[in-house]
């Protein structure tokens, strides 16, 4: 048995939904998964396993450290650091066959220098910021950066990528407005004698709505967990991977009127029968959730009663037939109708579901299945 607390990922819809994706994008346009932040949840090192085996051209993480421990876990394919490495890691990042991100001609020194003292030869992409205005060159400033970049002789430009920033919305006037500016960026780059071999700019949502999108290589990253990152992902067979379980350890009945958990801010409207869930905020059943969320037990939904605590969470069980320590409550469903999917409890908590699924702790075992 895993800790009464685990998360259940299917590994199977991963895979299914990786194909089709690619089913979307067709055979001429590579597929980027990424699996930073332990695949958004999911577990970086099985989820990247299952999707080499599926087919995927490149990995997208944030650090050098989680691309250092997919290496150190086995994976051979291209790995695309999608932060900003610092100086001191960028040796390492060359050491495992990492490519980089070049944000600013900055940025491209310090790589370039790490590259000299180390003998080695540094795979980077250029980001070029076409609206989003977080990271990257500005695009009217890309093609004298990508010139700059190519004169650096121990960088190898293998690649130019963008991020959309409303792709998710109905709105799709900014999204084209930033393809506008990419392909003006490109072909200023092309003017001046550099022409990156991939080129990369669609995030699920993008892949599935913005149409000239799709480049060289499109990056998925909630789209292949199985969450709809927009609208017009309902017609895209996805199917949410991840479940989060625990169980009852403890019954506590409470007469009317007594209070429960910090604060007191729940109180007992009739003697009732209470379930402690060996759950809590810390491991990423968020405090919001209090006096809000369900879940489900012996078929019923249970409402959470009280504060949300660190280790435990409260569910009223009074109407839970033969309720009994040792029942297994589905915290979080693997699906999408679901009042206890991750897009559910997202609303209820004013976020969004990459926020419910990233927020899973690492001390919640990630239990795999097909």
Not at 121 to 149: C, Q, W, Y
Not at 172 to 189: H, T, Y
Request: hydrophobic share 45%; with cysteine; glycine share 8%.
């Amino acid at each position: 048995m895993p800790r009464q607390t685990y998360a259940e990922v299917d590994l199977g819809a991963i895979r299914r939904n990786f194909r089709a994706l690619k089913a979307q994008v067709g055979p001429g346009v590579r597929m980027l998964a990424i699996i930073k932040a332990d695949a958004y949840g999911h577990g970086a090192t099985a989820v990247g396993r299952t999707l080499e085996q599926a087919g995927a051209d490149m990995f997208g993480v944030a650090l050098v450290e989680e691309g250092v421990a997919l290496r150190k876990a086995g994976l051979r394919a291209p790995i695309l650091v999608m932060g900003i490495a610092p100086e001191d890691e960028v040796a390492e990042a060359m050491r495992s066959d990492l490519a980089v991100t070049v944000d600013s001609v900055c940025t491209a020194g310090a790589v370039q220098r790490q590259a000299v003292a180390c003998g080695c030869t540094a795979k980077v992409h250029l980001k070029i910021d076409t609206g989003m205005n977080r990271l990257g060159f500005r695009a009217e400033e890309a093609p004298e950066a990508a010139s700059a970049v190519a004169r650096m002789d121990r960088l190898k430009l293998e690649g130019a990528y963008t991020h959309f920033a409303c792709a998710n919305e109905d709105d799709e006037k900014p999204s084209r407005d930033q393809l506008i500016r990419l392909k003006a960026a490109l072909a200023g780059m092309r003017s001046a004698g550099v022409a990156p071999p991939l080129v990369h700019a669609a995030n699920s949502a993008a892949i599935l709505k913005v149409a000239g999108a799709r480049f060289d290589m499109v990056r998925s990253g909630l789209a292949l967990y199985g969450i709809r990152p927009c609208a017009a992902a309902s017609g895209t067979d996805l199917r949410p991977a991840l479940a989060l379980r625990s169980r009852v350890v403890h019954l506590k009945r409470v007469h009317r009127g007594e209070g429960v958990s910090y604060g007191h801010r729940w109180k007992a409207p009739r003697d009732s029968l209470l379930g402690v869930l060996a759950i809590g905020y810390a491991d990423g059943y968020r405090r919001l959730l209090s006096d809000r969320a369900q879940v489900r037990i012996a078929g019923r939904l249970c409402p959470v009663r009280g504060t949300i605590c660190m280790d435990a969470t409260m569910v009223d069980l009074t109407d839970v037939p033969g309720a009994e320590v040792g029942m297994e409550a589905a915290v979080l469903e693997a699906a999408h109708d679901s009042p206890l999917s991750a897009e559910a409890l997202a609303e209820l908590c004013n976020t969004i579901p990459y926020e419910i699924l990233t927020g899973i702790s690492s001390r919640v075992p990630r239990v795999y299945v097909e």
